[in-house]
């Protein structure tokens, strides 16, 4: 369907003026840090209004920077926000749309030919590095990290792996990690990943770098042997799988004081950009979610294109670069990481990118206008999508469904559907959305993985004297 004409030179300046260099950006080349929580509601953060949990140092990345109030991530569940976030495309261009995994160990790789943010950065001269959770392609695929531009990985190859924090292995640049483990004595993989992204940073202070802090607290299992300890929440009176998840952000923030202690102690922090947010939006169990308020107030969840599913929180700091102590409402998505990026380390387009660069928006200029904001996915048989383009949010439940419509800066909880009294905008936005998806094969499910994933459970619950692997 072709685009009406004001919306094609909409689209038109708002891709231009993403590409245009801000004076003095270019004279600088950051190191990027891109911390990446897991799961994480907008919020379970105490910047973004949380009373119960504490997170005194992400709560300082906002003082000493800028907060975003309508980010979002590039899906709603985990392997397609980070293909939109590594490629800088969208859910109707992006090629892994979903959590499509792989047996017996990994998940859908990435094509041959897609560049990502590593890749571009390493060509650009920065050592790249991922300690966390890939997700994106699993052993011998040719989608490893490795392959795909990152010079170190420390982590889990595949995120149903990544489900569990005591673990008798991770990898390291594609080779096993063996961990010894007891029911005495448990290792918990957020420690040694954590470790392993200071000594990244340590090793490559003296060159610029872009390091992928891709962690994966507070994610589930929530049981008691999946922490080190529930700390001062022991006696709280909570059920134990809100202290778990307490532990897990208390621990994440924890990690994130001594990634800025580290930049501080190696004299980099100045020309080092930190950037925090969640893969996707908070998980939709009432136990955690209503407890902890962590959709602040939004609708829906995780693997929901309601807000809650799709906004998260984000913070950037680069001290004396970007602004401190400021509130950003400019709308950006994970696929604006790899433009922004390209522009910080002044390196060349991939083609095919949806996003924009916000470096503008970074360093607290005015960026007037950007291209609408799209999402897809399927779920089971039912296909639908959601738009969000200036305060308006479009949701289509399904592919016959008509088209319901929200506005924002008034009604951020989308509890009014406006769309009858507004036409001529919900026939822009489905013009938006027919202009923006493209067609792809879905791979067909396969049963083993489920049992593949039941057995795998119950041996790690064997090792680690956990009594039983049911209820996951």
């Given amino acids: 369907m072709k685009l009406p004409q004001s919306l094609c030179v909409a689209l038109t300046a708002a891709l231009l003026f993403g590409t245009q260099a801000v004076a003095g950006a270019e004279a600088e080349r950051p190191n990027v840090v891109l911390i990446l929580a897991d799961d994480l509601g907008m919020g379970d953060l105490g910047c973004y209004g949380q009373k119960r949990l504490k997170t005194p140092n992400v709560d300082r990345l906002a003082a000493e920077g800028t907060r975003f109030t309508s980010a979002y991530s590039g899906a709603s569940v985990c392997a397609p926000s980070r293909c939109s976030l590594m490629t800088g495309r969208h859910m109707g261009h992006a090629t892994i749309r979903s959590n499509w995994e792989v047996f017996p160990e990994g998940q859908a790789p990435l094509q041959g030919g897609e560049v990502t943010v590593a890749m571009m950065l390493k060509q650009a001269g920065y050592a790249t590095g991922i300690c966390g959770k890939w997700g994106l392609g699993g052993p011998g695929s040719g989608s490893e990290p490795n392959d795909k531009g990152f010079d170190f990985f420390f982590g889990y190859n595949c995120q149903r792996h990544a489900h569990h924090y005591v673990t008798n292995y991770l990898y390291r640049n594609g080779e096993r990690f063996e961990i010894e483990q007891t029911p005495e004595h448990h290792v918990y993989s957020q420690q040694l990943i954590a470790e392993e992204s200071l000594g990244f940073i340590r090793r490559n202070h003296a060159r610029p770098f872009f390091l992928f802090c891709a962690w994966t607290v507070p994610h589930g299992i929530w049981r008691i042997d999946q922490v080190p300890s529930v700390g001062a929440y022991a006696d709280t009176g909570w059920s134990d799988t809100q202290k778990v998840y307490a532990a897990m952000v208390e621990g994440l923030d924890a990690d994130v004081g001594r990634v800025l202690e580290t930049l501080e102690e190696l004299g980099i922090d100045g020309n080092t950009l930190v950037l925090f947010a969640s893969d996707n939006g908070g998980v939709g169990s009432a136990e955690i979610a209503d407890h902890f308020g962590s959709h602040a107030g939004m609708r829906g969840a995780k693997g929901q294109l309601w807000e809650g599913g799709v906004r998260v929180p984000m913070i950037a700091r680069w001290p004396g670069r970007v602004p401190a102590g400021r509130t950003c409402d400019f709308p950006t998505a994970f696929w604006d990481f790899l433009p922004t990026a390209a522009q910080l380390a002044g ?60 506005d924002l800066a008034s009604d951020r909880a989308e509890t009014q559907d406006v769309a009858s009294e507004h036409p001529r905008t919900v026939a822009r936005i489905e013009a938006v959305m027919a202009a923006a998806h493209t067609d792809i094969e879905i791979p067909k499910h396969d049963p083993r993985i489920w049992e593949k994933y039941r057995e795998d459970n119950k041996k790690l619950d064997a090792m680690t004297g956990w009594p039983g692997a049911e209820g996951r």
């Fill in 347 to 406: 390196a060349p387009l991939p083609p095919n990118v949806d996003g924009v660069s916000i470096v503008p928006t970074l360093l607290g200029h005015e960026q007037k206008s950007r291209p609408p904001l799209y999402w897809e996915q399927t779920r089971g048989k039912r296909f639908e999508r959601a738009v969000r383009a200036g305060t308006w949010k479009a949701y289509q439940p399904a592919a016959d469904a008509p088209v319901q419509l929200y």
